[in-house]
Nanobody, 121 residues
């Protein structure tokens, strides 16, 4: 099972970016999918999460600007980031609770590689 993230880059303040993270491999089911971020010198922060049923949660600093969504058939989670600010600069990681095929009912936490988002002022 793998998670692969796409979509980071350099954007000016006020701009937008869309991150994607696709799960692949022998997957039985996916429960919660999340986006984290980590800036230099700061602790990793949970940015947003979404359940398989579509319930979402956001950290306060991104509410109203970021939107998390998922395509269950494509096993992909997205993070639409609008009104980006320099403080949003970070490496963004996706994360998901996945039950591999043939693992019974056991869910494991999987991480994708980071994708760098840089917001210039």
């Amino acid at each position: 099972v793998q998670l692969q993230a796409f979509g980071g880059g350099l954007v000016q303040a006020g701009g937008s970016l869309r991150l994607s993270c696709a799960a692949s491999g022998n997957i039985g089911s996916i429960s919660v999918m999340r986006w984290y971020r980590q800036s230099p010198g700061k602790q990793r922060e949970l940015v947003a999460s979404i359940t398989s049923g579509g319930s979402t949660e956001y950290t306060d600093s991104v509410k109203g600007r970021f939107t998390i969504s998922r395509d269950n058939a494509a096993k992909t989670v997205y993070l639409q980031m609008n009104s980006l600010a320099p403080e949003d600069t970070a490496v963004y990681h996706c994360n998901a609770d996945i039950r591999p095929l043939y693992s019974g009912s056991l869910f494991n936490v999987y991480w994708g590689q980071g994708t760098l988002v840089t917001v210039s002022s």
